[in-house]
């Protein structure tokens, strides 16, 4: 069974550009979260799908957005790139809307220069 | 944003010793997860515990879910070195799959 994939692995960007990540769930899981892993802050919550709806948000700017699609893929989308936006991106999928625990994919390395 | 206290920050070991680290919280959580990340690549799940009290294991690994639901250790025994890496705890609670993270516990283990 194929895992969670996420695309491209590794992306380097200008500031003031923008951004497009994406992520294939677990065939079967209808719910897709974000992460964002740096050093400094460690793994944060972005936001959370479930059957094309935003469940969940974490304490990022409007910069950052995202999607799911009917097939439950999802993609993230950051705009007017910043340095500190330099970070591990990673998508998680799990089975239920609640309470499931997440699997994740191997992210997307995002260097902002 | 917030996260879970976990501890140690980073653990030194030689192989064949056992090793405890662990996580606590202000808040409840209804289950905590432990993950371990390798280099260049995502968490990958080890443990997920349901139930206050409840003790659950992994192979070598053994974790268990806190009577006050604020707190959660995980136990490797005997190391081996595929065992390095950094060890992640989480929170969940009912209201979707939110988690919130730990700080992380490097491991190395000395053949």
């Known amino acids: 069974k194929a895992g969670v994939t996420q695309t491209p692995r590794y992306l380097i960007k200008t500031r003031g550009q923008q951004v497009t990540l994406s992520c294939s769930p677990i065939?079967?899981?209808?719910?897709v979260s974000w992460y964002q892993q740096t050093p400094g802050q460690g793994l944060q919550f972005l936001f959370e799908y479930f059957s094309e709806t935003q469940r969940n948000k974490g304490n990022f700017p409007g910069r950052f957005s995202g999607r799911q699609f009917s097939n439950s893929r999802s993609e993230m989308n950051v705009s007017t790139l910043e340095l500190g936006d330099s970070a591990l991106y990673l998508c998680?999928?799990?089975?239920?809307?609640?309470?499931?625990?997440?699997?994740f994919g191997n992210g997307t390395r995002l260097t902002v220069t | 944003g917030q996260q879970l206290n976990q501890s140690p920050q980073s653990m030194f070991i030689q192989e064949g010793e056992d090793v405890s680290m662990n996580c606590t919280s202000s808040s409840i959580f209804n289950t905590w997860l432990w993950y371990k990340q390798d280099p260049g690549e995502g968490p990958v799940l080890l443990i997920a515990l349901y139930k206050a009290g409840e003790l659950t294991s992994n192979g070598r690994l053994t974790a268990q879910f806190g009577i006050t639901r604020k707190d959660s250790f995980l136990n490797i025994s005997a190391s081996i070195p595929s065992d390095v890496g950094i060890y992640f705890c989480a929170g969940q609670n009912n209201a979707g799959n939110m988690l919130t993270f730990g700080g992380g516990t490097r491991l190395m283990v000395k053949p």
């Open positions: 998680a999928s799990s089975r239920q809307a609640d309470n499931s625990p997440l699997h």
């Open positions: 065939s079967g899981h209808r719910s």
